[in-house]
C-alpha cells in the first residue's frame, strides 16, 4: 500500500495508497501456497486469543455457530473481491489492475468512495496500534504475575498496573519506527508471523490439556450465566465484536493476489487459496475458542494467555506470553510502516521544497525532521488511548466491529455490483442488499456493546 492515488479533478484531500506491499517484494512469481501462507499469516494473530472468551459469553450453541458464519461471511468476501483484480474502465474500455483494496474501490466506485474508504483503512491500522499496546501490555503484566505466583503460591497479591508497560511498549516503537521502510522491516514480518503460530499453538493445547485433565467438558448452551438478561446481551455483543476482529481478510486479498503468477490465471488460484485459507483459518479458530471454554467453562478469561487461565507449566505460559510480545512488536511496526509510507508520500508530493523532508544522519542511521515528528506523535497517541482504556476485550470488540460493516460488506459488494451491472430489484441485487443489511445490524450490535462495555469499565 504505497504511493499516491491521483484525483481528476483536484489535489486528494487525503493521502491514497493504490499500490502494493506484497508484489512489490515478491514479483509475480507465487502460487497457491504461497497465497495460502501470506493470508494465513495474516489472518491468524492476536484476535485469536480472545475467541475461547467469545465462545463463553455466546455458549456451545451461539459461539461455534458464530465463528462458521463470520467464515462464511469471509469466505462470500472472497468470492467477491477475486472480481476485482482486472477492472475494465466502462468509460473508456480500458483494463485497469487493482493491487490493493483501496485501488479497487477508487477505480470501481470513484473518488468520493475511495476517500471515505482511505479514511477506514488508515483508522483500521490505527485501531490495531492501539489494540498491539494493550495486548502487548498485558502480556508482559502477565509474565510478572505468572513469575509471582509460581514462587508466592495462587494466593499471592500479585498485582501490577498495565501502564508502565505500555510505556516500555511506546518508548519501543519511537526507537523501530525510526527504521527508513517496510523493505528495512522485512525481517520482523517474519518473527511476527512465528511467533503468532508458537503462541496460538501454545494456547489450544493448554486447553485441550486441561479438558483432558478435568476429564469433562465444561461450560453449557447458553454460555456464561449473568445476574441481569440485558448484561449478556452486551457481552454477547462484544463477543461478536472479537469474533469479527479475528477475521481481517479483506484488506490483504488484492495485495495477495497481485503477487501471484499464471498460467493458471491468478483469479483461480486466489479461489483456491482463499477456501483452504478460511478452512484452515476456521478449524483452528474453533480448536482456540472450543478448547478454551471446555477447559474453564463459565471462568474463561479474557485472554487465554494473560488473563492467568493457566498456570502451570509456568515456563510455557511465559514463553507463549514472550511471542505474543515479540509478535505484536512485529505486527506494530509492519502495520504502523504502511501508515508511516503514505503519510510521509504524501507530504513529500504535497510540499516537494520542505526542508522538513530532508535527511541527515546520526551514526548510521538516516533520518528526517517529518519522520521524527510525525512517527514520535503517532505512537504517542496510540500509547495514549491505550492507557486511557486498557481494556483487551472491549477494545477488541470495538476494532472489529467499527470496520467490519464497510470493508468486509458494504465496498465489496457495491464494487460487484457495479463491476457486474446488476440491475435493481433483480434476485442477485435483492439477496445481496438483504446480505448488507443484515451484516449492518450486526455490526451496530457489536459496535454498541463494545463502546457499552468500554464506557462501563472506563466511568462505571
Not at 54 to 65: E, F, R
Not at 89 to 113: C, E, F, K, M, W
Not at 389 to 394: K, V
Not at 447 to 458: F, N, T
Request: charged letters at 10%; hydrophobic letters at 45%.
Amino acid at each position: 500500500m504505497n504511493g499516491v492515488l491521483e484525483d481528476d479533478s483536484e489535489t486528494p484531500l487525503l493521502p491514497f495508497a493504490p499500490h502494493n506491499n506484497l508484489a512489490v517484494y515478491a514479483g509475480e512469481e507465487g502460487n497457491v501456497w504461497t497465497a495460502l501462507a501470506h493470508i494465513i499469516t495474516a489472518v491468524i494473530g492476536s484476535g485469536v486469543l480472545s475467541l475461547s472468551w467469545s465462545v463463553a459469553q455466546l455458549g456451545w450453541i451461539a459461539g461455534p455457530l458464530s465463528l462458521l458464519l463470520f467464515a462464511l461471511v469471509t469466505l462470500l468476501n472472497t468470492t467477491l473481491l477475486v472480481n476485482f483484480h482486472h477492472y475494465q474502465d466502462p468509460r473508456n474500455g480500458v483494463t485497469v489492475t487493482n493491487h490493493s483494496y483501496l485501488q479497487a474501490v477508487q477505480n470501481i466506485l470513484g473518488n468520493q468512495s475511495g476517500r471515505i474508504c482511505a479514511i477506514l483503512v488508515y483508522f483500521n491500522l490505527f485501531k490495531l496500534g492501539v489494540v498491539y499496546t494493550i495486548t502487548c501490555a498485558s502480556s508482559i503484566r502477565a509474565i510478572e504475575q505468572s513469575y509471582c505466583f509460581h514462587e508466592q503460591g495462587r494466593q499471592a497479591a500479585c498485582e501490577y498496573r498495565e501502564e508502565s508497560y505500555m510505556l516500555l511498549f511506546g518508548v519501543i516503537h519511537i526507537v523501530a519506527s525510526q527504521i527508513p521502510n517496510i523493505q528495512s522491516a522485512k525481517w520482523l514480518s517474519v518473527m511476527a508471523a512465528a511467533m503468532s503460530f508458537a503462541y496460538s499453538l501454545i494456547g489450544s493445547g493448554l486447553g485441550l490439556a486441561q479438558t483432558i485433565g478435568n476429564g469433562k467438558i465444561k461450560g453449557g448452551i447458553g454460555g456464561v450465566p449473568t445476574d441481569e438478561p440485558i448484561q449478556k446481551v452486551w457481552l454477547a455483543a462484544q463477543a461478536i465484536g472479537d469474533i469479527a476482529f479475528a477475521y481481517p481478510f479483506p484488506l490483504i486479498f488484492l495485495d495477495v493476489q497481485s503477487t501471484l503468477k499464471s498460467p493458471p490465471s491468478k483469479e483461480v488460484t486466489m479461489k483456491k487459496a482463499s477456501r483452504i485459507a478460511v478452512l484452515i483459518t476456521t478449524v483452528f479458530y474453533l480448536c482456540c475458542g472450543g478448547f478454551g471454554y471446555a477447559a474453564f467453562g463459565n471462568s474463561t478469561p479474557g485472554n487465554m494467555l494473560s488473563g492467568l487461565g493457566f498456570y502451570e507449566p509456568y515456563w510455557l505460559i511465559n514463553f507463549a506470553n514472550a511471542c505474543v510480545f515479540l509478535h505484536l512488536v512485529g505486527g506494530y511496526q509492519i502495520f504502523s510502516q504502511t501508515l508511516y509510507a503514505i503519510v510521509e508520500r504524501w507530504y513529500a508530493e504535497k510540499y516537494p521544497e520542505s526542508e522538513f523532508t530532508s535527511d541527515f544522519h546520526i551514526l548510521e542511521l538516516r533520518l528526517n525532521p517529518l519522520r521524527i515528528c510525525f512517527r514520535t506523535s503517532y505512537v504517542i497517541l496510540t500509547t495514549a488511548i491505550g492507557i486511557l482504556f486498557p481494556y483487551f476485550n472491549e477494545a477488541v470488540a470495538f476494532a472489529g466491529s467499527v470496520t467490519f460493516w464497510p470493508l468486509v460488506i458494504y465496498f465489496p459488494v457495491e464494487m460487484y455490483l457495479v463491476m457486474k451491472n446488476i440491475v435493481p430489484w433483480t434476485g442477485k441485487w435483492v439477496l445481496l442488499r438483504i446480505f448488507t443489511t443484515v451484516c449492518l445490524f450486526v455490526a451496530l450490535f457489536a459496535l454498541i456493546g463494545s463502546i457499552q462495555g468500554i464506557v462501563a469499565k472506563r466511568f462505571g
